[in-house]
């Protein structure tokens, strides 16, 4: 079964880190692009961060660019995110997405979300 499942949510105080990880199964995380993304209460879902396959290319948003890391770990077939210095307007679910084009057809999956929140 195709599954993809993000770890590492939880609760921290303004100025703390978390790390998040999205975990592929029954599919190579190497073989997508991978990207989180967040939805605050009452807000759109946003992208935040995504990493390519062909060159591991990186892109943040500018909300969490210089605090934010997105990294693969093929051993692992995840893809984590560090998130440092977490501030209260982060608090959101945040999903990972896998996605990838072969033989002319599309392919995305998405976890089910894990939350984060920020204390002030």
């Known amino acids: 079964q195709l599954q993809l499942v993000e770890f590492g949510g939880g609760v921290v105080q303004t100025g703390g880190s978390l790390r998040l990880s999205c975990a592929g199964s029954g599919f190579s995380m190497d073989l997508h692009a991978i990207g989180w993304f967040r939805q605050a209460p009452g807000k759109e879902r946003e992208g935040i961060s995504c990493i390519s396959t062909t060159d591991a290319s990186e892109y943040y948003a500018d909300s969490v660019k210089g605090r934010f890391t997105i990294s693969r770990d093929s051993a692992k077939n995840t893809v984590d995110l560090q998130m440092n210095n977490l501030k209260p307007e982060d608090t959101a679910v945040y999903y990972c997405?896998?996605?990838?084009?072969?033989?002319?057809?599309?392919?995305?999956?998405w976890g089910q979300g894990t939350q984060v929140t920020v204390s002030s």
């Open positions: 997405n896998a996605e990838r084009t072969f033989r002319g057809s599309r392919y995305t999956y």
